[in-house]
């Protein structure tokens, strides 16, 4: 079993900056082989793909609303998948989530990836 867990979320200003975490765990399993994603569901509206890495490292990929603005990193060392998020707009007000498929890519589809965590709260207000 894999567990994700995310941290970082917050209020903040338009403008603002949030660093996101996402921690990958599991009895067995080990962080360099899982791709990472991020999505985010706004208030009312469904899911989106924010931004992924893929399990080598070699390759990311973001949402067309977040290029330029949002990095995905990784630290395999720590077990963690990173979200550096600048430029903060509050359209970008949402419910985070990380999710990971072992030797992905970092598809933007949601039904490809296999676990997920619960969400962290990220507010920007105008």
């Known amino acids: 079993q894999v567990q994700l867990v995310e941290s970082g979320g917050g209020l903040v200003q338009a403008g603002g900056s949030l660093r996101l975490s996402c921690v990958v765990s599991?009895?067995?399993?080990?962080?360099?082989?899982?791709?990472v994603a991020w999505f985010r569901q706004p208030p009312g509206k469904e899911r989106e793909f924010v931004a992924a890495v893929s399990w080598s490292g070699a390759s990311t990929s973001y949402a067309d609303s977040v290029k330029g603005r949002f990095a995905v990193s990784r630290d395999n060392a720590k077990s963690a998948v990173y979200l550096q998020m600048n430029s903060l707009k509050p359209e970008d007000t949402a419910v985070y989530s990380c999710?990971?498929?072992?030797w992905g890519d970092g598809s933007p589809l949601i039904r490809i990836y296999d676990y997920w965590g619960q969400g962290t709260q990220v507010t920007i207000s105008s």
């Open positions: 999710a990971s498929e072992r």
């Open positions: 599991g009895e067995t399993i080990d962080i360099k082989d899982w791709a």
